[in-house]
């Protein structure tokens, strides 16, 4: 179950008790709601599709694959060789990360839609063993298709820049010293991830100023 908009307020709350930086991206971040998108194969697929390239043009890819496959599942992926997935807007190597999940799906390697009763360490070495998901992709999957609450993608350079203005630091911290940072949000750090996201974006929005020091 996604987290409630009470529990998401408490979380913050509790956050910003902990850290004085992230009290100061509460402070200034408007509330939000956590927005949970679709889990199992579609969605774990669906972020594969969207890597690398515009919110559009993911768009407009997903649209014609739905077109082509009448139903984006395992076996519809399957049934159709690289070339045709190639003319449905996808590049060689996603399509053949995009069947070798479908094909662990249905030898049953893994098992997406149920992914969910595996604890954070478990899922994540699930998914990190399929080919074309790495540990970013894997923990963006958990916290933004199955809501876990203390999931942390440290890999992701939007919050390592988050992270450095909470410290008003020179340096963006790389993937490790963001992975340490993050020990003390335990067991919310993945409502901090959301909220250190909505700041970074309102900043770059110009709906928030940062002080001079940030």
Known sequence: MPITPEELAIARETLARLDPGLARAHAQTPVFEWRVREAGFVGLFRMIVEQQVSVASAASVWARLQAGLGEVTPANLLGHDLDSLRGMGLSRQKATYGQGMARAQMEGAIDLERLSTL????????????????????????LLCEGRMDVFPGGDVALQEAIRWVDRAEVRPDTRAAYVRAERWRPWRGVA?????????GVKKGEIVLDPAE
Request: hydrophobic share 60%.
């Open 193 to 201: 991830t959301h909220l250190l996201w909505a700041w970074y974006t």
């Open 119 to 142: 604890d954070d360490a478990a899922a994540i070495d699930a998914l990190v063993a399929l080919k074309g998901v790495g540990l970013w992709t894997a923990e963006a999957y958990l």
